[in-house]
T-cell receptor
Framework: AQSVTQLDSHVSVSEGTPVLLRCNYSSSYSPSLFWYVQHPNKGLQLLLKYTSAATLVKGINGFEAEFKKSETSFHLTKPSAHMSDAAEYFCVVSDWTGGGADGLTFGKGTHLIIQP | DTGVSQDPRHKITKRGQNVTFRCDPISEHNRLYWYRQTLGQGPEFLTYFQNEAQLEKSRLLSDRFSAERPKGSFSTLEIQRTEQGDSAMYLC?????????????FGPGTRLTVT
């Protein structure tokens, strides 16, 4: 079984400062990992994905995430926060086994607040 | 690429009524997924189709929930005898099975309110 734990329900940072959103996962297989963002009244948008290639993954809008197997973590970072980054962020795991259900398993989300 | 669309965007219904939601995936995508998202939670996987075949439905919340994708294009999700606990956002996503991982593209969702 797969699961995701987002360690912070809310994160507040000042504009221009770094962002760190923490995620730990549990998976029986080699997982695929994603970060999605959800702005109010908008659909979920894929920020980045890990696919067992490079452990440091670059995404859109300056976001990055690093896969650390030993720590079972996939934390999301951005060097400098922008007001437009304020949104809900979801860490997501998918166990691709070549068969069976491959629905995504979402964490509970982290609400990112950007202070002016 | 016009994205995944869902209709309606909002639905208000009385307890006990049946409701049906529609999802139109990205045209070349052969996989379609349904999720439910309640307030303050991440989306919860319900079911998925590859073309017209429903390959996973054990996660549907009860036998009041059913989904179809009759021609492998659009899909419908029906909830019979709605209950107040069914109030949530229902999300649809699609993907193209070419290779893992199956990157999923989400629609804007249908917000259901049961009164």
């Amino acid at each position: 079984a797969q699961s995701v734990t987002q360690l912070d329900s809310h994160v507040s940072v000042s504009e221009g400062t770094p962002v760190l959103l923490r995620c730990n996962y549990s998976s029986s297989y080699s997982p695929s990992l994603f970060w999605y963002v959800q702005h109010p009244n908008k659909g979920l948008q894929l920020l980045l994905k890990y696919t067992s290639a490079a452990t440091l993954v670059k995404g859109i809008n300056g976001f990055e995430a690093e896969f650390k197997k030993s720590e079972t973590s996939f934390h999301l970072t951005k060097p400098s926060a922008h007001m437009s980054d304020a949104a809900e962020y979801f860490c997501v795991v998918s166990d691709w086994t070549g068969g069976g259900a491959d629905g995504l398993t979402f964490g509970k989300g982290t609400h990112l607040i950007i202070q002016p | 690429d016009t994205g995944v669309s869902q209709d309606p965007r909002h639905k208000i219904t009385k307890r006990g009524q049946n409701v049906t939601f529609r999802c139109d995936p990205i045209s070349e995508h052969n996989r379609l997924y349904w999720y439910r998202q309640t307030l303050g939670q991440g989306p919860e996987f319900l079911t998925y189709f590859q073309n017209e075949a429903q390959l996973e439905k054990s996660r549907l919340l009860s036998d009041r929930f059913s989904a179809e994708r009759p021609k492998g294009s659009f899909s419908t999700l029906e909830i019979q005898r709605t209950e107040q606990g069914d109030s949530a956002m229902y999300l649809c996503a699609s993907s193209f099975r070419l290779a893992a991982p199956y990157e999923q593209y989400f629609g804007p969702g249908t917000r259901l309110t049961v009164t």
